[in-house]
T-cell receptor, first 115, second 113 residues
Framework: DAGVTQSPTHLIKTRGQQVTLRCSPKSGHDTVSWYQQALGQGPQFIFQYYEEEERQRGNFPDRFSGHQFPNYSSELNVNALLLGDSALYLC??????????????FGQGTRLTVV | KQEVTQIPAALSVPEGENLVLNCSFTDSAIYNLQWFRQDPGKGLTSLLLIQSSQREQTSGRLNASLDKSSGRSTLYIAASQPGDSATYLCAVTSSSNTGKLIFGQGTTLQVKP
């Protein structure tokens, strides 16, 4: 059973550029959430997608956007990159609220470095 | 606003010791609490999930307890091994908003041979 997979694993971008990160959820999961983890900090919630719509959003600017596809995979897009966007970006998949088990499973992350 | 705190931030113990990691949260209205392990530069591995109606969960040498009324959870690791060295994160989802996990900053554990 494939777990949550993310691509790419590492990425270096220049300030002002745009980046797209990808995530495939665990088999059977239809809800995808994205988190940003700065060095030495706990992950911070960016947003969550379910049924191809953004259901919730954390305190992140509009430069952060996303998409979910019919096969439940998801993309995170960040425009006009800032040095402060350098972080580990984590994707988590789960079943939506109301299901018996809402345990979240995470991918290995994408390390984004903005120079 | 829910806040999650983990103390201590770092811990170093000799191999074989039993140890306890602490997690506290400010709002007791949680849906569940999850403990994760994170190796340096890697993603999160789910260790244990405790539903709000449960008091504890066990997996191998790990035991997690939950006391909602006091806003606390502990992760007990028995007979620690060098392979247990990692950062341990706890996260809660609120009853009113189960869409996101709210994380503590983690406890970095080093188990010395």
């Amino acid at each position: 059973d494939a777990g949550v997979t993310q691509s790419p694993t590492h990425l270096i971008k220049t300030r002002g550029q745009q980046v797209t990160l990808r995530c495939s959820p665990k088999s059977g999961h239809d809800t995808v959430s994205w988190y940003q983890q700065a060095l030495g900090q706990g992950p911070q919630f960016i947003f969550q997608y379910y049924e191809e719509e953004e259901r919730q959003r954390g305190n992140f600017p509009d430069r952060f956007s996303g998409h979910q596809f019919p096969n439940y995979s998801s993309e995170l897009n960040v425009n006009a990159l800032l040095l402060g966007d350098s972080a580990l970006y984590l994707c988590a998949s789960s079943l939506p609220r109301g299901r018996v088990n809402t345990e979240a499973f995470f991918g290995q992350g994408t390390r984004l470095t903005v120079v | 606003k829910q806040e999650v705190t983990q103390i201590p931030a770092a811990l170093s113990v000799p191999e074989g010791e039993n140890l306890v990691l602490n997690c506290s949260f400010t709002d007791s209205a949680i849906y569940n609490l999850q403990w994760f392990r994170q190796d340096p530069g890697k993603g999160l591995t789910s260790l244990l999930l405790i539903q709000s109606s449960q008091r504890e969960q066990t997996s191998g040498r790990l035991n997690a307890s939950l006391d909602k009324s006091s806003g606390r959870s502990t992760l007990y690791i028995a007979a620690s091994q060098p392979g247990d060295s990692a950062t341990y994160l706890c996260a809660v989802t609120s009853s009113s908003n189960t869409g996101k996990l709210i994380f503590g900053q983690g406890t970095t554990l080093q188990v010395k041979p």
